[in-house]
């Protein structure tokens, strides 16, 4: 049973970076695609950033491209989400995701419509001066 983890959250001031850490336990995430969502009081969770590594394919909402990043390390153990020039809007608590990589029709699916099957407990982030 695949089991995820989130670290690395925190507070940041605008503009500025974080780099948040997903370890998994119990699997690789070798045949797994990721992905990253964020969650924000009174409002719907949301797919950030979704990666498939059967073809390489990656997703990111608009409002998040060009700043963040998603990542998987070289033994399959752990994926990031680097976040560059944050913004207060970028606040809530971020969840790590996963789910088997030939289950999902695409990349954009899994962020938006098909939410995975495995998740971490989520860590929080708060952007602010």
């Known amino acids: 049973q695949l089991q995820l983890q989130e670290s690395g959250g925190g507070l940041v001031q605008p503009g500025g970076s974080l780099k948040l850490s997903c370890v998994a336990s119990?699997?690789?995430?070798?045949?797994?695609?990721i992905g990253w969502f964020r969650q924000v009081p009174g409002k719907e969770r949301e797919g950030l950033s979704c990666?498939?590594?059967?073809?390489?394919?990656?997703y990111y909402r608009d409002s998040v491209k060009g700043r963040f990043t998603i990542s998987r390390d070289n033994a399959k153990t752990t994926m990031y989400l680097q976040m560059d020039d944050l913004k207060p809007e970028d606040s809530g608590v971020y969840y790590c995701?996963?789910?088997?990589?030939?289950?999902?029709?695409?990349?954009?699916?899994?962020?938006?419509?098909?939410?995975?099957?495995?998740w971490g407990h989520g860590t929080q982030v708060t952007v602010s001066s």
């Open positions: 119990g699997s690789t995430l070798e045949d797994y695609a």
């Open positions: 995701a996963a789910e088997g990589a030939r289950r999902i029709y695409t990349v954009r699916s899994m962020c938006v419509v098909s939410p995975p099957e495995y």
């Open positions: 990666f498939n590594p059967r073809d390489g394919s990656v």
